[in-house]
DNA sequence: AAGGCAGTCAACCGCTCGCAT
DNA sequence: GATGCGAGCGGTTGACTGCCT
């Protein structure tokens, strides 16, 4: 569908950093009137910016619930584990972290977070020499080391919530050890709360992991599109036997998120609204960021 | 002191979604 | 169903800053 831009470039609208007289003409005017149309809130602040600019300004600086500063280790570790679930959606991470915006989030996501991923071994690999489906492959190994380190944290959690010493639980979970570390999910899934440890232990986890091996889809927003996408990658020899374990692979990992959509409540709404974290999220913060990366 | 470089983050751009007509 | 519009989202850019040589 055709869209006339959304600024109006031949009016000269102004561009670039924000001054502290635009910042209070924004923050009076919404003060006194609500932001209402953002299209209309420039000309009526008497602001010579476009609406867009405007609503960014006020959402991402200007907002007075906005919390300045570092990120606690809570904050990170929440950051960690809501994108292992959702991915990018910065906008659902950040309305589980009060306080922070989204562009915030996707920024420290970017500088801080992916190097201590990486670091920690959990980054996308670089890409492999061109056998079979290399993209797809490297996607379903990233994403069940992801998912194995998102349910280690929780298991971590669990485990501290009964005793004490998170670092030495941490310590005794190999890194590799999925037998192990399925087990303890069994154990721990008698805890309904633990969101993690329950989509790890249920059967749907256990089949997406034994699937780890075969290609998996490319995380996008659009479910057809990436059934689409995914059964026209080439394949080795892009034989059909190929492009029926990828079909099978989509199927499993649509499951897999259905699962967690319709079983454990999450992704309601347009933008989530869910909570991941159980009661006792207390518990959570106690386990430092720091013992696991 | 000055230039190069990398890291950080505010802001912009282009796209999609939801709703109204 | 097609179209238009406003709002919001995610990716990217570019200015700024600090460190290093």
């Given amino acids: 569908m055709g869209r006339a831009p959304c600024c109006d470039r031949t009016k000269g609208l102004k561009k670039g950093p924000w001054t502290p007289e635009e910042d209070k003409l924004l923050v009076d005017y919404i003060q006194a009137n609500g ?3 953002w299209r209309l809130l420039p000309k009526l602040a008497g602001l010579n910016r476009c609406g867009k600019s405007c609503r960014l300004r006020w959402t991402n600086y200007l907002r007075p619930d906005i919390k300045r500063g570092p990120f606690s280790p809570e904050e990170q570790k929440s950051i960690v584990q809501l994108h292992a679930i959702v991915g990018n959606k910065w906008s659902m991470i950040a309305a589980q972290l009060p ?6 989030i996707k920024n420290y996501w970017n500088t801080h977070l992916k190097k201590q991923l990486r670091r920690m071994g959990l980054a996308e690999p670089p890409p492999g020499p061109a056998a079979g489906c290399p993209a797809a492959r490297h996607m379903a190994q990233w994403e069940t080391a992801r998912l194995e380190a998102e349910a280690r944290l929780s298991l971590l959690a669990s485990s501290s919530s009964g005793a004490t010493g998170t670092t030495a639980a941490t310590t005794t979970i190999s890194a590799s050890s999925s037998s192990t570390f399925a087990a303890a999910g069994e154990k721990a ?3 309904p709360a633990d969101i993690f440890l329950r989509l790890w232990s249920s059967d749907i986890g256990d089949s997406f992991r034994s699937k780890a ?3 998996a889809p490319v995380r996008r927003n659009d479910v057809v599109i990436i059934k ?3 059964q026209a990658l080439p394949g080795p020899g ?4 190929a492009a029926s374990n ?3 692979a989509l199927e499993e990992y649509q499951m897999f998120l259905d699962f967690a959509g ?11 609204g869910f909570s991941l974290f159980p009661p006792h999220d207390d518990v959570l913060a106690e386990a430092s960021l720091d013992t696991a990366f």
């Fill in 238 to 241: 892009d034989d059909s036997s």
């Fill in 189 to 191: 899934a008698s805890k």
């Fill in 35 to 37: 932001h209402g149309s």
């Fill in 213 to 215: 091996a075969a290609p």
């Fill in 262 to 272: 319709e079983e454990l409540g999450l992704f309601h709404g347009r933008h989530g």
């Fill in 99 to 104: 306080g922070r915006t989204d562009n915030e």
């Fill in 246 to 248: 990828e079909t099978e």
């Fill in 228 to 230: 689409q996408e995914a």
